[in-house]
Nanobody, 123 residues
Framework: QVQLVESGGGLVQAGGSLRLTCAAS????????MGWFRQAPGKSREFVAL???????TYADSVKGRFTISRDDARNTVYLQMNSLKPEDTAVYYC?????????????????WGQGTQVTVSS
């Protein structure tokens, strides 16, 4: 079992930055692929970024070059640094954990989810 708690969301102007944090419980955090997803009002949840167990990362095209995912296994924490934010980045951001060996970008593959944190980017 893994419990995930996100923090760091808020209101920011376009062009600004935020860093999201996801704190995980459990002793086996390092075994999980960790992902960030987001869901805007009226839209389905979409993949943002993931980091695998060896530290390799994958990004959605919409955030590539602006967002950076990282993990600290000693602290059971994963981060999402978001720079050059745009109004279209406005959404609830969710942290998720996937116990599979292969990293996935689809919602249904992830086993555990946090409650989400709101990010609002004003124009």
């Amino acid at each position: 079992q893994v419990q995930l708690v996100e923090s760091g969301g808020g209101l920011v102007q376009a062009g600004g930055s935020l860093r999201l944090t996801c704190a995980a419980s459990g002793r086996t955090f390092s075994r999980y692929v960790m992902g960030w997803f987001r869901q805007a009002p009226g839209k389905s949840r979409e993949f943002v970024a993931l980091i695998n167990r060896s530290g390799g990362s994958t990004y959605a095209d919409s955030v590539k070059g602006r967002f950076t995912i990282s993990r600290d296994d000693a602290r059971n924490t994963v981060y999402l640094q978001m720079n050059s934010l745009k109004p279209e980045d406005t959404a609830v951001y969710y942290c998720a954990a996937d116990a599979a060996i292969i990293a996935h970008t689809t919602v249904r593959e992830y086993d555990y989810w946090g409650q989400g944190t709101q990010v609002t980017v004003s124009s």
